[in-house]
């Protein structure tokens, strides 16, 4: 199973950036598709954007698109996730993990301790 460690929250305001990481071990990204996940306060678990290791295809939420971008780095086994123009509604606990590629359907369950992204109007 990977393991998986996600950094890069923080507070900021409307308008503002962060960029997330998520060092991955236990695997090579390489071989994998990996996704970042939010889930905010009496919400569901949604997913942002993704990319298949192989080919560095990227999808992404309607709710993101044109804002973040995912990219990864094979020599570090590290993806990130590039947030610009953020919104309040962007507020939650944001997580990587493995998906099957295409779609959000998580390939494990055991998930890193999350970095959280506050953004305030």
């Known amino acids: 199973q990977v393991q998986l460690v996600e950094s890069g929250g923080g507070s900021v305001q409307a308008g503002g950036s962060l960029r997330l990481s998520c060092v991955v071990s236990?695997?090579?990204?390489?071989?994998?598709?990996m996704g970042w996940f939010r889930q905010a306060p009496g919400k569901q678990r949604e997913g942002v954007a993704s990319v298949n290791g192989f080919t560095a295809y990227a999808r992404y939420a309607d709710t993101v698109k044109g804002r973040f971008t995912i990219s990864q780095d094979g020599a570090k086994n590290t993806v990130y996730l590039q947030m610009n123009s953020l919104e309040p509604e962007d507020t939650a606990m944001y997580y990587c993990q493995s998906v099957s590629c295409g779609t959000w359907n998580v390939r494990n369950n055991n998930w890193g301790q999350g970095t959280q992204v506050t953004v305030s109007s």
């Open positions: 236990g695997d090579t990204i390489s071989r994998l598709c």
